[in-house]
């Protein structure tokens, strides 16, 4: 479930439509928790599955730990990449801003820590990447675990609408280690360790 104040907006020809905030959401705010609606199929389904449904599939869902397509119900499919993203997953089921997130502003994610099946070119932003590869979350996890604990040092101090969709067992855990100033679980272990040719 995305956070209330997005919306569903087009945004160019490129990208095609994204999620964009509707009010400021700031750094540490839960962006997307999965919910109960959000499907999570195994590969075997999809296999199954027609062509056509197969090809939406990987146009809208991502990959977790287990190597199951997540589809999700609502505006989260149409969450664009960027090697700058604002948002990032944690191991928790759900994302956080890593920084304040303006009105009028996307919300991005960086599809490497999302377990794409194949390397895929994407916009170069002057970051030293232009390619999101499915082993990026090997590589760039620390990046991404100094972010979130920046994130979720203000975890506490900002609203939080869509907590109540978190399970109670994570929320006690991610509060017990920020009070007793210990590290969150690594983004590392949302990583499916699959064979996979990079084709580099």
Known sequence: MMHPDTELRFINEEMGYGVVAKKFIPKGTITWVQDELDQALSPDQVKKMHPGTRELV???????????????????????HSFKSNCLSSAYDFELAVRDIHAGEQLTDDYGYLNIP????????????????????LK????????????????????????????????????????????????????YREKIDLGR
């Open 118 to 137: 194949e390397p895929f070119k994407a916009h170069d932003e002057g970051t030293g990447r232009d390619t999101v590869y499915p082993d990026d979350l």
């Open 58 to 80: 990987d146009k809208f869902s991502f990959r977790n730990h287990k190597g199951e397509f997540v589809l999700c119900w609502d505006l989260a499919k149409y969450v664009n």
């Open 140 to 191: 760039y996890h620390g990046e991404w675990d100094r972010q979130l604990a920046e994130a979720f040092k203000v975890f506490d101090n900002v609203e939080q609408p869509l907590e109540k969709f978190v399970k109670m067992s994570l929320l006690k855990s991610i509060r017990e280690r920020l009070k007793n100033n210990l590290p969150q679980e690594s983004i590392l272990s949302l990583y």
